[in-house]
């Protein structure tokens, strides 16, 4: 994501060509892997090597049991999916820094502790309460879903999520009639993420949706990505995943779920709302203020590919914006 407060010697996307930078970076962390196993640190003194004592490494998660979930067959793709040492290392996730192709932002989520994970859930609902993620992941029908992926940036991939719809939320958590939208947000924890220290963003990130939205069988709320429980970068233990919006809608590691008459704002609408509005679906012919929406580079095999209107998802979300010619749909 980029906000007018850049400084000059940061392109956006479009006009830089990272793939270089990204490539270079990967030769350098394979032949850092490389290095350790050759040398055999770890195994061979006996200590255990740091990823497996890191309080958010996924292999220690208590869910572990329910994985890989049964794959949806409705939800498929025509391209293939995005390898995941590709796509866990390309991650916009600023509460742990600003670059995705930065490999420090992947490490640093990986620090984050995944339990205990409380989130609360209140607004208008019945019953305010707060609950341990692991009683609503085992509450819910976990499902496997390949979902189409493309941020607002202009580059996509394509990803296995693990989740449930969020409608089953939805009606576990019972919300009254005047709710009218659904606002997410992510922890505050500048000990574990300390980019939340810094003043350019307002945190907690926060997003949202309406009701209505909510209620589409492609909303969905991943907990695993790749048959296994989400690495942390991905937003573990609890993210959306909005396949015919742009990224930014998609909140991570949620610790909030809230039931509204208001329309929420969201993060990067408080920062930028002439660039990045609430409703932010897909669309090829509508750009960003600052560049082309009409294509997009699928990270995982290189390739550009047209952008499809509502991300390929018209068929099942166009209905819900018929009634709402006037709104700024596509930012
Ligand atoms: N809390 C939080 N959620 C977030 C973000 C973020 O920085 N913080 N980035 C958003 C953006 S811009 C995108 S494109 C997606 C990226 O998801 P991925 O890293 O799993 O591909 O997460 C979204 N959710
Ligand atoms: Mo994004």
Redesign the pocket.
Known sequence: ?FIRRRRSWELPESAATPESIYLSRRHLLGAGVGLLAAAGVGAVAGIAPAQAAAPGDPANDPTNDLYPAKRNPAFTLDHPVTPEDI?GN??????FGSERTNYQCTAAAARMPRRPWTVKIDGLVEQPREVGIDDIIRAMPLEERLYR?R??EAWS?AVPWTGFPVRELVAWAKPLSGAKYVRLE?FLNPKVAPAQNGFIYPWP?VDGLTMAEAANDLAFFVTGVYGKPAPN???APL?LALPWKY??K????IVRISFTADRPIGLWEKVQGREYGFWANVNPEVPHPRWSQASERDIGTGERRPTLLYNGYAEQVAGLYADLKGEKLFM
């Not at 390309?90 to 509460?95: D, P």
């Not at 998609?250 to 590691?253: A, E, G, L, R, T």
């Open positions: 994501m796509s390309y991650n916009n996730f600023y509460e992926h941020c607002v991939m992510t990130y970068q991905f937003g993210r990224g930014f998609s909140v991570k590691s």
